[in-house]
């Protein structure tokens, strides 16, 4: 859908766009965005579901630093499922005890889970908790649900 307010994405997943600092559209995914504005009240500890432009407003500042993606450290212990971060300078999805090594074409290889250490997120930190709140993305078909074991 183009328009004035719109910009049409295309993204491999869910997660990745996650990453990219993008939420789910409240038009042509209605129950999704509902879902992610709801586990954003959760996790933010707020009485009423965020607007979108409330939303949009946060992971604008938290996924850019002038003109280039913003990053974020964590703890690798406790992120969720669906979070991306940078290893080695390659970007890869968490899930469950193993890291995706994503591509354009999908995830191509997977590497155990550090139990330790610090995480460089590419996914902003708001998006984090709303995944560490219970939010479930869409993922590619490539994914690895364990390591080693094609879904």
């Not at 996924?63 to 890869?92: I, M, S």
């Not at 074409?105 to 709303?130: D, K, Q």
Request: proline share 8%.
């Amino acid at each position: 859908m183009w328009s004035d307010s719109y910009t049409e994405l295309f993204f491999l997943d869910e997660p990745t766009a996650l990453a990219a600092g993008h939420r789910p559209c409240f038009e042509c995914r209605r129950r999704d965005a509902s879902d992610f504005a709801e586990r954003w009240r959760r996790s933010q500890r707020l009485n009423m579901r965020p607007r979108a432009a409330e939303m949009d407003k946060r992971l604008h500042a938290e996924r850019l630093d002038g003109r280039y993606q913003r990053r974020h450290a964590a703890p690798f212990t406790g992120l969720p499922d669906g979070t991306f971060v940078v290893v080695e300078g390659r970007a890869c999805a968490v899930r469950g005890k193993a890291l995706l090594h994503w591509t354009p074409a999908g995830y191509a290889t997977w590497r155990p889970r550090p139990g330790n250490g610090m995480a460089e997120l590419l996914t902003p930190p708001a998006i984090v908790a709303v995944l560490a709140a219970g939010y479930s993305p869409r993922w590619h078909p490539s994914c690895v649900e364990d390591a080693g074991e094609r879904r």
